[in-house]
């Protein structure tokens, strides 16, 4: 690992909002958090893995991976980010290196590539990523992406987040460095007002972020930037000039939230967009925040207003599900925002959740948890659930349905119970008030699908009656003697 890369990951972890870290000593602050990773601890995503899905989803630009064409290949268009105009980042990008790249260097590869996606795409900038292989060769992609800037006049942007460096999370960090770096700040929008704010750590997953918008819309707030969902490269880089921002998900990019408090003194929160309360405070503290910094005061009042209209609308369209739902059991195995956010809008529903997974959640995670399931919190909170211990769970009728990703459903299916996907490769949104309706309709169908009646029906052979069967082979073995 470089010099350079070694420095940039202490500085991802020497997060000025981490208490722990700021306990410690200047000298042992500067080695961060970082510690040797055991075989097999980037299962779940390495850090080039983490770095594309936190910037792919910015839709104008092309996104080229230097490195060998299976890096691409396995993080194409895995997290349904929906675009609302062009559809650039959904064309795959790489410099397919051969072995004689690997001993002679890939660096012209890299810049012929540039110069290819710019006569024949023309994209708003250009992302490079390094992966293993061309970072283990010594490739400088950040040399390159310099020339190639000068030379072709366009914004060419190195992320230097191979997977090697670590997990997953740790890549979303790097890719975030990378904008910091590079993007954010180079370039002033054509007009501000008192209710710009940018929206950190939202993936727009399959529209959620458009369910968000219109509320946002009536109350005259504008969307600065969105990092990075359905985002273009000239809003992210005039995200400096908001007056706050709003942190989704700081498993991811905290990192940008906080380092925009120092550089520009925009300040931050984090909320949710799951569940109708959280929607409800989320929107209070962005007009709070916009009114700190300058908003007319009477943004609270239309807040409230708004708020009072949303949300008997969306009590009233969900008090069906409510009575059918009532003591149903979830198990909830996720990460991140979702291990807290998600509990809340279950709990509204009336739903019991027995557990849920803290396995990549932040210390503040967990104790958003605690507040929202009060004192049986740890006994929920589970920091990591093994395959045999899931299908357990749902066979001995703790829970009545599972929530988790795709890799979990066929632990639930081989249980026979029902199971919805709730991360990142689901086709539905589930934010905002609307969202909320839309998640209770599914759990719903989930729940009373008739299927589970018959994949739980015993079959013909485990009710016959063993009489009958002893009958029927005394009966056979006289004819066969006779």
């Known amino acids: 690992m470089s010099a350079s890369l070694q420095a940039k990951i202490a500085q991802v972890f020497d997060e000025p909002g981490c208490d722990k870290n700021q306990g410690k000593s200047e000298k042992e602050r500067k080695k961060g958090c970082t510690k040797q990773l055991t075989p097999g601890a980037a299962a779940g995503g390495c850090a080039f893995d983490g770095a594309k899905i936190a910037l792919q989803p910015i839709v104008d630009v092309a996104h080229l991976v230097h490195g060998p064409i299976a890096c691409e290949g396995n993080s194409w268009d895995n997290r349904h980010s929906a675009s609302s105009g062009s559809q650039l980042y959904r064309t795959g990008f790489t410099t397919d290196i051969n072995e004689l790249d690997v001993i002679y260097g890939a ?255 932040t210390r503040e995670d967990k104790e958003k948890i605690k507040q929202i399931m009060g004192e049986e919190a740890d006994a929920h909170m589970i920091d990591d659930m093994t395959p045999r211990q899931m299908y357990a769970m749902l066979r001995e009728a703790k829970a009545d349905i599972m929530l988790s990703g795709g890799r979990s459903q066929f632990v639930a299916l081989k249980a026979r119970m029902p199971w919805m996907d709730i991360n990142q490769e689901r086709h539905h949104a589930f934010a905002g008030y609307e969202g909320m309706v839309t998640m209770i309709a599914e759990i719903d169908k989930a729940l009373f699908n008739p299927m589970w009646a018959q994949v739980r029906t015993p079959a013909p052979w485990e009710t016959v009656d063993p009489l009958l069967v002893e009958q029927d082979a005394a009966q056979l073995a006289a004819e066969a003697a006779a």
């Open 107 to 361: 660096e012209k590869r890299l810049f012929k590539s540039i110069r290819e996606i710019c006569e024949k795409y023309d994209p708003a900038a250009i992302f490079v990523y390094q992966t293993c292989v061309t970072g283990l060769i010594g490739d400088d992609i950040e040399a390159v992406c310099k020339r190639a800037a000068e030379k072709f006049g366009k914004p060419v942007i190195p992320v230097n987040a191979p997977g090697f460096a670590g997990p997953k999370n740790l890549g979303n960090k790097l890719g975030a460095e990378a904008l910091l770096d590079y993007v954010i700040g180079t370039v002033e929008p054509t007009h501000t007002t008192p209710y710009d704010i940018n929206i950190i750590g939202e993936y727009n997953l399959s529209g959620e972020l458009w369910q968000v918008k219109p509320l946002l819309d009536a109350l005259g707030v504008r969307i600065l930037s969105c990092i990075s969902g359905d985002g273009r490269y000239a809003e992210v880089a005039s995200a400096h000039r908001a007056r706050a921002n709003m942190m989704v998900c700081s498993k991811s990019m905290i990192n940008i939230a906080t380092r925009m408090q120092q550089r520009w003194d925009i300040p931050f929160f984090e909320g949710s967009f799951y569940g109708i309360g959280d929607m409800s405070e989320t929107l209070r503290e962005i007009a709070r925040l916009l009114v700190e910094r300058g908003a007319p005061a009477e943004l609270q009042d239309r807040t409230e207003a708004l708020i009072a209209v949303e949300e008997a609308r969306a009590w009233e369209r969900i008090r069906a599900y409510k009575q059918r739902l009532a003591g149903k059991k979830v198990l909830l195995i996720t990460g991140g925002v979702k291990s807290w956010s998600v509990v809340a809008a279950l709990q509204e529903a009336g739903l019991e959740v027995v557990g849920t997974s803290i396995k990549k959640s």
